[in-house]
């Protein structure tokens, strides 16, 4: 899962915003690209704090910047 610059996998930006576009993807696909990414922390919290608002401000940061939201780099 090496990734290109790009989030979910490296997967393009429209796959990517489309994934994001649905709650229950956004959240398990956030969960696990910080946990792949060796920020075990950032993936736990994500879990039981970062649906709705992360899921808000990820869907928005993808649609704008191509990119979702790192808070954390644990």
């Known amino acids: 899962m090496a990734k290109s610059g790009k989030d979910y996998f490296g997967w393009g930006r429209l796959v990517s915003i ?3 576009i649905i709650p229950v993807t956004a959240w398990i696909l956030g969960v696990v690209t910080r946990i792949s990414e060796g920020k075990i922390v950032a993936g736990i919290l994500r879990i039981f704090l970062g649906f709705w608002i992360i899921w808000l ?3 928005i940061l993808m649609i704008v910047n191509g990119r979702i939201m790192r808070l954390l780099n644990v």
């Open 57 to 59: 401000v990820d869907l």
């Open 18 to 20: 489309i994934l994001a």
